[in-house]
């Protein structure tokens, strides 16, 4: 069966995020994606959005509105000693600064995505397939996905999705359109593993030596509206 097996959204940038039930995607693609970034306030760094790249340390952390299609106000930041505070506490930028072991302010904005309000879309062929390959399960968090799918492709079908490529899920389409959008090029972020504990480099190197360092494909909704989990998907 052809379905949405899940939703991902990540409130802040390179923090860890949260699986949702229903998602609603718009022209900011998922809303409250990536609403939220931390911006490095190192002398040589000012002004620059924090990531994962810089420092490991943001997966310790994770952000939440709760499960709900459009969020109802910032998020909640949660550490990994499990203490909780809203993104408008004034305590926290020095709390962050105190567990990243580096200056950060905070910023809101829509779109912090590298390739603007786009979707990274994954499918369970390919991620089977790649736990096959490298003799390991792989963690679909990893990829930092919106829309895991169960589809009617086979395995690294959409490392050759071009311009024009749709899949529908829901009320929702998406297209191959725009800039930066297509397969996805994966940066190192995946060779960690989900709280930033452990780097897994080998897996990086797969993705290269077999896979062009592609794993998902990168969209944008031409057609806005729900999602909710078990929805039927088509692609093509």
Known sequence: MSEVLKLNRWPVKSLRGEQLSTALFDERGVAGDRAYA????????????????????????????????????PPILTGSDDQRFSWEDPKLADVLEESLG??????????????????????????????????????????????????????FAEQDWEAGATITAGEVELAVT?????????????????EGRERWRELQTHLIQRHENKFG????????????????????
Do not use: K
């Open 38 to 73: 931390l911006v490095d306030e190192r002398p040589n760094r000012a002004g620059n959005i924090l990531t994962v790249r810089q420092n490991q340390t943001l997966l310790s952390w994770s952000a939440s509105y709760g499960d709900l299609p459009e969020p109802a106000g």
């Open 178 to 194: 725009g800039e930066h959008a297509g397969p996805c090029i994966r940066c190192a972020v995946p060779s960690w593993d989900a």
């Open 217 to 236: 494909v990168i969209m944008r909704v031409t057609r806005p509206g729900a999602v909710n989990v078990g929805d039927a998907v088509r692609a093509g």
């Open 102 to 155: 580096i200056p950060v302010s905070l910023r809101a904005a829509d779109g912090q995505q590298d390739r603007g309000p786009t979707v990274l879309v994954t499918f369970e062929s390919s991620l089977r397939e790649l736990s096959e390959e490298v003799g390991a399960e792989v963690d679909l968090r990893r990829f930092r996905t919106n829309l895991h799918v169960e589809a009617d492709l086979p395995a």
